[in-house]
């Protein structure tokens, strides 16, 4: 075996033995969070996915159970923050525009408008996954058989689509 074909096959081993050793811990770390077990699998599978693909930048190997633990938990902040955004706009979508708020918006709130405005400014390629899925509430294979795409790319999509949105909407609710 070559020095070129050893270091990769010494990578996988080791994320193997990551993989071994830190599963339970972290499987324990997301399930106490809260979330739906299929949810729990996919940030699961994601978090090893990224320490296995991390590994050969690592220079200092001294403390990877540290390493490991951060990666799960920036993985699950990110989710829990693309799931808040998530529910904001599946709300957003059953609230009438013209809706007479009682208290106008307090400084760094948006308005259920500002929002469908946001949107309706989307790319078209990142906005039909969204009103697809969270507006006419279609499964996730649906809405890929209807733009024609891999569920992974709808997927993919959808999360683009949604932190533009977020960005676009913390600039406007930082400029009220």
């Known amino acids: 075996m070559s020095e070129s074909e050893l270091v990769p096959a010494q ?13 339970r811990l972290v ?38 159970k540290a390493w490991v633990m951060t990666i799960a938990r920036n993985e699950l902040l990110h989710f829990l923050r693309r799931r808040k ?16 708020v009682v208290d106008p918006p307090q400084e760094g709130e948006v308005t259920i408008k500002q929002i469908k405005k946001a949107l309706a400014r989307l ?9 697809l899925r969270y507006f006419r509430g279609l499964r996730w294979r649906d809405v890929a058989s209807r ?25 406007v609710a930082n400029a009220s």
């Open 11 to 23: 990578i996988e081993r080791l994320g193997e033995e990551l993989f071994s050793r830190y599963r």
């Open 27 to 64: 499987g324990y770390y997301l399930h106490r969070s809260g979330i739906a077990k299929r949810e729990v699998d996919d940030i699961f599978n994601t978090i090893f996915f990224k320490v296995q693909r991390g590994l050969k930048y690592i220079k200092h190997r001294e403390n990877l």
């Open 85 to 100: 955004l998530e529910e904001l706009v599946v709300n957003m979508a059953t609230v009438p525009e013209d809706l007479v």
């Open 123 to 131: 790319p078209e390629e990142l906005r039909a996954p969204l009103e």
């Open 147 to 171: 733009i024609g795409i891999e569920v992974d790319a709808v997927r993919k999509r959808a999360s683009k689509g949604i932190a533009l949105l977020g960005k676009r909407l913390r600039k």
